[in-house]
């Protein structure tokens, strides 16, 4: 009777690693927002990370995040170093690829609550008097996060977060625009 139940836990063991192991690895969260300003002004929100400080959803969720910056002020080489509750975590972010007006790519190296190293991105597009932003993170997941990918949906945690601060990009975007 033992042996049996014991077979049939490797048995479901074994079932959980093989549906694990063949979830797909890539993962990519994307949002996007059409703000009434010029690709300049949106640009220049996100390249200068201080800046972040006006439109981050995330120190919404910490307003006392402790925030470090490093390297030049703009552009590649601008980082920051956050240390936060646990809902903001802890990490590194900086710019590693920055075309004026046009894309902005970002390292992000998360310590708390989960390891791990991914990649986020901006597009600027100008179309008319607006400009299409596009908001992405990137990365490859690990064994646990395949597994935890089974209960919880990564765009779907990132996704709502990535709105928000969107829709405040947009509000500080088009305010700094009409001065």
Known sequence: MIVNILIGLAVLV??????????PADFRVTRAASIS??????FAQVNELRKWE???????????????YEGPPAG??????????NKVGEGHMV???????EFIRLGLEFLKPFKANNTAEFT???????TAVAWSMLG??????????LFMDTDKMVGGDFE????????????????
């Open 37 to 42: 300003a010029p690709a300049a002004a949106v």
């Open 124 to 130: 600027f597009k100008p179309d008319g008097n607006q």
């Open 140 to 149: 490859k997941k690990n064994f646990m996060f395949k597994a935890m990918g």
């Open 14 to 23: 074994a079932i959980f690693i093989i549906v694990v192991g063949t979830r």
């Open 164 to 179: 928000r601060g969107l829709a405040a990009l947009k509000s500080v975007a088009e305010a700094a625009s009409r001065k």
């Open 95 to 101: 710019i590693t690829e920055s075309r004026p007006n």
């Open 54 to 68: 006006a439109w981050n959803p995330w120190l919404k969720l910490d307003p006392s995040c402790k925030m470090t």
């Open 76 to 85: 590649i080489g601008a980082g920051y170093i956050w240390a936060g509750n």
